[in-house]
């Protein structure tokens, strides 16, 4: 949410973040990095669990969900609430929903409030929250082409996914300076992987697994952001492990993280993967088998050879031929990040918040 609106100049601008508590830890850690002092307050959010690949049948079977989706809705309520009082304290000029459910009861807060809301769309897919939010927001960028999308035309701009002005194609050069930085050898061929901001434990495990098989290959190096929750297990999993790294989460210079890789094996969140086409890496992107957003990012890049999409059933059978395939391969990589370089859009950030600052005013903000 943004207060006291500059157009020009972030002197008079004030900025709050709001998230779910089980993000506010590497929520206030990457706040922490930034120019502009950004205060962060938490909501209770529930979410609606809905699976691809589950039938009707699935849902009578783990009744735990049912019961599960039928407290988050309690969730939802008491978020609404909480997020109603923060705006009256706030009093924004806009509110900017990125989705994600913990968007949905800070939206309806802003509309039952008249606060000018703002919503982007980085997935192919749009997810439920904006799906809903979309009918009242005052402006929509997009991710993505917008014949990918159902929004109004009228308020909808195809902006990209806004990323880190620090990201930009890596050269050799830049990528020995990057693996310099973070105390990562030079002369090593390098896997970074991520499993998003929480982690994911099926990547998790692959990446353990298939260090375990290439631990003869001493010249490749496995470098694994967890996920804060996860860091003890995969320490466990991975001991005795030399060429294996693990670490929780990257709160600064994560560009240089990926941009220290050869592959990158990643889910397959859009803004994860406009991040890698700013880079230009080659990337093995494994969409979560549960979220429909992302099986439909990983079609569309795959579908323009921009990535390798593997599923999570399979992961661990496949990852370790897919990377040593690629890092024997530099013709192949260099195919690939090519191809997705082709998906960036430097200037994302400044048209969304041109959106952001244009919605602000048309309400008669000054």
Not at 19 to 34: H, K, S, V
Not at 285 to 301: E, M, S, T, W, Y
Not at 346 to 356: E, K, V, W
Request: aromatic share 8%; with cysteine.
């Amino acid at each position: 949410m943004l207060r006291e609106l500059a157009v020009d100049t972030t002197d008079s601008l004030e900025v709050l973040f709001v998230c779910d508590r089980a993000f506010e830890r590497q929520a206030r850690g990457i706040m922490a990095e930034l120019p502009l002092a950004v205060k962060v307050r938490t909501i209770p959010s529930g979410k609606l669990r809905r699976y691809a690949h589950f039938s009707w049948w699935h849902y009578v079977r783990h009744f735990s969900i049912v019961i599960a989706n039928i407290i988050d809705v309690f969730k939802t309520f008491a978020g609404f609430i909480v997020s109603m009082g923060i705006i009256m304290r706030f009093r924004p000029n806009v509110v900017f929903a990125k989705g994600g459910y913990v968007c949905l009861p800070m939206g309806f807060a802003a509309k039952l409030l008249g606060v000018p809301l703002v919503i982007h769309d980085s997935d192919v897919l749009p997810g439920l929250t904006n799906k809903i939010l979309s009918r009242y927001a005052d402006a929509i960028g997009t991710g993505m082409p917008l014949e990918n999308y159902t929004y109004n035309p009228a308020i909808s701009e195809y902006v990209g996914v806004p990323i880190s002005a620090d990201i930009q194609a890596v050269t050799a050069k830049m990528q020995a300076r990057y693996r310099h930085d973070i105390g990562l050898p030079i002369d090593k061929k390098i896997v970074v992987s991520v499993g998003g901001g929480l982690g994911s434990v099926v990547i998790n495990d692959a990446i353990v697994a298939c260090a375990r098989t290439l631990r003869s290959q001493d010249d490749i190096l496995f470098y694994n952001v967890t996920g804060a929750k996860n860091i003890e297990a995969a320490k466990e999993r991975s001991e005795g492990l030399e060429n294996y790294i693990a670490e929780p989460f990257i709160y600064k210079d994560m560009h240089k993280v990926l941009g220290a890789a050869d592959v990158v094996v990643t889910r397959a969140s859009a803004t994860t993967l406009q991040e890698l086409a700013g880079l230009r890496k080659a990337v093995v992107a494994v969409p979560a088998r549960q979220l429909g957003d992302q099986k439909q990012n990983a079609k569309l890049f795959a579908k323009y050879d921009a990535i390798i999409a593997l599923q999570d059933d399979t992961l661990q059978e496949e990852l370790a031929s897919t990377i040593t395939g690629l890092l024997g391969d530099e013709r192949r990589r260099d195919q690939l990040a090519n191809h997705l370089h082709q998906f960036a859009k430097p200037d994302a950030a400044r048209d969304m918040a041109r959106l952001i600052t244009a919605s602000a005013q048309d309400r008669g903000v000054r």
